[in-house]
């Protein structure tokens, strides 16, 4: 099998197969992410997808969901994704959730048509890493989208019928504008129909311009953000991380 860099298992299936699609992040940008610094973006070489889906189909024949590599294979046009989706079918004749990960922004090359035909090869569920409802928090934490991005991008999901997760990521304001950062995403996200909102607690990794801010006093962490396993300043070993 191919994979680049960091490889990304969503904790909730920790059993699906996993194929590379593309590898790093077309942002690379978000103030509190490391995981694809090192990793230029690049659509995988066909003959690289059709290898490992041949090796898959020698695994196991009978698996009914796969999960897309790396942080953001949605970005593909309809174009380059129909062709993938319909190799996986062809190796993978069981398969009946094609699950991948994207930012807000992804979607935006997709028409509703052309989200409709990609359920129907299979795209029945995606996740999006929001992080915020909040136009400030998105700019502080460089995200490239605003909330009517969102509510724009998510209701053509919801006509398209593709199912979506969404991520609030806590702690990513700080603790001066955590306040607006809850009740605005709240919002936002109450104006959307996600399958699920899931949270995650921010971790200042080593390298990241959050961790910077936080070091030179430019902003207070709150108390639940993890800071090289502790607490900021001081606690417990972490257990979660920031992801797309
Ligand atoms: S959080 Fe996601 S979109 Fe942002 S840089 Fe990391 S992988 Fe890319």
Redo the contacts with the bound molecule.
Sequence with gaps: MHYTGTVYRNPYWPTWPLLEITQG?T????K??T??KDVPFRMSPMEWIEEDLGELAGMDKNSGTIQLLS??PLVLLYDMLAPIFELIRKYLPKMEYIYLAG?VTDVRNKSVEELKKLKELGMREISL?VESGDDWTLDRIH?GYHAEDILEQCHKLEEAGIDYWMTFLNGVAGREHSRDHAIHSAEIFSRCRPMVVGTGGLTLFPGTPLLEEAERGHSVPNRTTMWRGRIFPRGPTPSTR???
């Design positions: 992040c942002h690379n940008r978000c509190f992410c995981m694809y942080a953001n930012r890493g995200k920031a992801t797309c």
